[in-house]
């Protein structure tokens, strides 16, 4: 089974909630996406970072680097920039089947209070490197949109934006003023799916 099928499994069976949800737009809904019980799983973490390295590869320029607003970016960040290194390892000699090793980055809600006082921590590249925001779930766009604009001050070129789940909410529209947008996944796809799980909740 492919990467991303098995992901909006994976999705579905974990990360699909129902019932009463407020978000932090302070909207309400009838389901709720709590992505990190797919990206902090094993198998969830391994199907996500597969699927968004197919992402990059059909980007051009390839990006230098990966990166987004903490928390929901954090573990996709990481495993993606792990498994770029192991696939480049296992596919040397291979030409053109898999992209360089992609590094990480992530970007603050807030700057450091203490010593470099940055918004942004991990990898730093130069001024103009191509680099792709990825983000869990969008619903306005808010987070990813705070990220392109902390890397953007930061000197670097902004390809693409990738998200697991696109809620359809308006972040698509948001984000495309900046740049083109990727997401793996609709909130409608997950939902209609017969793996999804229903389960009620508040918050």
């Not at 992530?106 to 991990?122: D, F, N």
Request: aromatic residues 6%.
């Amino acid at each position: 089974m492919q990467f991303r099928e098995r992901l909006k499994q994976v999705l579905c069976e974990k990360s699909v909630k129902r019932g009463s949800f407020v978000l932090s737009s302070g909207k309400t809904s009838n389901y709720y996406l709590d992505a990190r019980l797919t990206t902090l799983d094993s198998e969830g973490a391994l199907c996500t970072g597969m699927a968004v390295l197919e992402v990059l590869k059909t980007l051009q320029p390839y990006p230098k680097a990966i990166g987004g607003l903490t928390m929901g970016a954090d573990p996709i960040v990481a495993v993606v920039a792990a498994l770029s290194h192991q696939q480049a390892l296992l596919n040397q000699g291979v030409g053109g089947q898999v992209g360089p090793p992609v590094s990480g980055f992530l970007v603050r809600k807030e700057p450091k209070k203490h010593g470099t006082q940055q918004y942004i921590e991990g990898w730093q590249g130069a001024p103009g490197d191509p680099v792709v925001i990825v983000d869990d779930v969008c619903t306005t766009g808010g987070s990813t949109l705070k990220a392109i604009e902390q890397a953007q001050r930061a000197g670097y070129r902004v390809i693409a934006a990738i998200c697991l789940v696109d809620r359809e909410e308006g972040g698509r529209e948001a984000i495309e003023k900046h740049c083109p947008f990727y997401p793996l996944f609709t909130a409608r796809e997950l939902l209609a799916a017969p793996e999804t799980k229903a389960t009620s909740g508040a918050a």
